[in-house]
């Protein structure tokens, strides 16, 4: 499951029942673009890995 939070606002989004990967860039892309927020995108893979989540976002085109 991947999911997105931003820090300057409650704003938050997560793939589930209905939203898939792309929906969950295209709603961080539409806060970004109404608020000017980034939000930050956090991928919860296997929990095999040590590495915490790494806030990578791609707003600029
Ligand atoms: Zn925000």
């Known amino acids: 499951m991947t999911t997105a939070y931003c820090e300057v606002c ?3 989004e997560g793939t589930g ?3 898939s990967r792309s ?3 295209r709603a961080m892309i539409d806060h970004h673009v109404e608020t000017g927020h ?3 995108e956090t ?3 296997d ?3 040590d590495e915490p989540a790494q ?3 791609e707003l600029d085109r």
């Open 17 to 19: 029942d209905g939203t």
């Open 23 to 25: 929906d969950l860039n």
């Open 47 to 49: 929990a095999s890995r």
């Open 55 to 57: 806030p990578t976002v």
């Open 43 to 45: 991928i919860e893979a």
């Open 10 to 12: 409650d704003w938050a």
């Open 38 to 40: 980034a939000p930050i």
